[in-house]
């Protein structure tokens, strides 16, 4: 089974640029996360959708950052204009739907997308 | 809301030590619990899980017992290895659309 992809695994870009990111999860997972993870920092949650809904946007900052899963399978965040603070790397996981009898609660994640901004 | 303490680090421990790695959550209800490791240059990946009240989750030679009365799900291993070297995450999850919630993480270096 092929685990969670992410693409690009680094990225350089200056301030004021924009950047995108993108993810396909395992096949079949309903659920899908970003995360940010600052260094030295745990992963802070951006954004979680249930198929191609969002549950939960409370921590993103959406005058910059937006983030789509359109056929509710793979999805895209995007940045723009790119600051300083989002240095980080940005982390996609997925999960089986909670009512699914094999749901485990188990978060799979993709290597990540590490961000420098300059 | 929800929230997750670990202890922090670094840790450093010579082969051959025991480990704990303290973690504490707040949570209405009945979380599930877990520890999530991120080798270099990796990924995060499950280590154990437990979801209800006094389970015991167990992998690869680690343990962590999920304790209802003290709010706590600390992580321990009798004998580590150079190979456990990572930074390990206490999270819960919590709620029907399972809002994953991460403790700041906790890096061990075991010397040889």
């Known amino acids: 089974e092929a685990g969670v992809a992410q693409s690009p695994r680094y990225k350089i870009i200056e301030k004021r640029q924009s950047v995108a990111f993108w993810c396909n999860p395992i096949?079949?997972?309903?659920?899908l996360y970003w995360y940010q993870q600052i260094l030295g920092q745990g992963p802070k949650l951006l954004i979680q959708?249930?198929?191609?809904?969002?549950?939960?946007d409370s921590q993103l900052p959406k005058d910059r950052f937006s983030a789509e899963r359109l056929k509710g399978v793979d999805s895209t965040l995007k940045i723009q204009p790119a600051k300083l603070e989002d240095s980080a790397v940005y982390l996609c996981a997925s999960s089986s739907r909670y009512s699914d009898r094999k749901a485990t609660g188990e978060l799979f994640f993709g290597e990540g997308s590490r961000l420098t901004v300059l | 809301g929800d929230s997750v303490t670990q202890m922090e680090g670094p840790v450093t421990l010579s082969e051959e030590a025991f480990l704990t790695i303290n973690c504490t959550y707040t949570a209405t209800g009945y979380p599930s619990l877990f520890w999530y490791v991120q080798y270099p240059g990796e990924g995060l990946q499950l280590l154990l899980k437990?979801?209800?009240?006094?389970d015991k989750g167990s992998n690869k030679g680690f343990e962590a017992t999920y304790r209802k009365e003290t709010t706590s799900f600390h992580l321990e291993k009798g004998s580590v290895q150079v190979s456990d070297s990572a930074v390990y995450f206490c999270?819960?999850?919590?709620?029907?659309?399972?809002?994953?919630?991460f403790g700041t993480g906790t890096k061990l270096q075991v010397i040889p």
């Open positions: 959708f249930q198929n191609n809904g969002v549950v939960d």
């Open positions: 437990a979801t209800k009240a006094d």
């Open positions: 999270a819960l999850t919590h709620g029907g659309y399972q809002k994953v919630t």
């Open positions: 096949s079949g997972h309903a659920t």
